[in-house]
């Protein structure tokens, strides 16, 4: 019988911590780039990274308390299955001994009827053990069942707040390019290309459109939602798209130019386009051109 393993599976934190650390320095490059003082919507992604780095940081710790709940009922488990493989294995020689017994009837029929009784008694309550044990297996698996679907909601959640904290980056990114400040300019392009490529190791990749590409409704999308006419062609990109893993998670967000326009968006006037974060989703789809490549 093999002994049960005492020791419970580590998580890699790592991962986590890394993230944290991204999400944090974030914040401190907010806080050391803004505005004296600081304007509400940078006090707000300032915030939001410390918030998320926050849940990051304890997010590894939930995990492997979980696992190690789960790997304890597991090893419960094999004890008892363990235990059960004995009562049949003593079952087993009961049932040779009375074979044995019946050579000497005469002499012994009270103690063969004796021990047949208890053989019988020992089937019944291994079919019985047996029968909880299937049902306690059934449960464990509806329980795995369960967990998985956990799993995939939190990978779900986590896609859709690092497209949030993405799309904070670009907005950050594109008004220190119109500010005109060269030296704000180079380090939002650093820490821009610095997320992109901590993302892009994990699979997360944004994606832009390049400039007077014709839309293709498989991987572009407007700012209203609104199917353009035939012909038309991206003016600029105002939200990135984003590809987990090969697939699609969100078009990307452009402003049009229609046919025989120089240069109007094909938005109506005034019209200011928001892209929706928590439309991101695990759904596959066309891929496109990652931003800054």
Not at 146 to 170: S, Y
Request: glycine share 8%; proline share 7%; with cysteine.
């Amino acid at each position: 019988m093999s002994e049960p393993n005492s020791n419970p599976p580590s998580l890699n934190k790592l991962p986590f911590w890394f993230a944290d650390a991204m999400l944090l320095a974030a914040a401190a490059t907010l806080v050391g780039v803004g505005a004296r003082p600081l304007r509400v919507w940078e006090m707000v992604a300032v915030t939001v990274c410390v918030a998320l780095g926050g849940w990051l940081a304890v997010l590894p710790f939930l995990k492997e308390y979980e696992l190690s709940a789960r790997f304890a009922e597991t090893n419960r488990l094999a004890e008892t299955t363990a235990k059960l493989r004995d009562l049949e294995l003593l079952a087993d020689r009961i049932a040779g001994a009375t074979g044995q017994w019946q050579t000497v009837q005469e002499s012994a029929g009270r103690t063969a009827e004796l021990a047949r009784g208890i053989v019988d008694r020992l089937a019944r309550e291994a079919e019985s053990f047996a029968g909880a044990v299937s049902r306690t297996a059934d449960g464990d698996k509806q329980t795995l069942k369960l967990e998985v679907e956990k799993l995939r909601r939190a990978e779900t959640e986590w896609l859709q707040a690092v497209g949030r904290v993405m799309d904070h980056i670009h907005a950050l990114h594109v008004a220190a390019v119109k500010s005109g400040q060269p030296n704000l300019v180079a380090q939002m392009e650093r820490f821009h290309g610095a997320c992109r490529e901590a993302l892009r190791r994990v699979g997360f990749t944004a994606l832009a459109a390049s400039p007077d590409e014709p839309f293709d409704p498989r991987k572009h999308q407007t700012a209203d939602g609104a199917r353009p006419p035939e012909g038309a062609r991206v003016d600029e990109t105002l939200a990135p798209g984003y590809v987990y893993q090969g697939h699609l998670l969100r078009p990307i967000i452009v402003k049009l130019v229609t046919p025989g326009e120089s240069g109007a968006p094909a938005t109506s006037p005034g019209e200011t386009p928001t892209p929706d974060s928590e439309s991101v989703s695990i759904d596959s789809g066309p891929t496109a051109t990652p931003t800054g490549e």
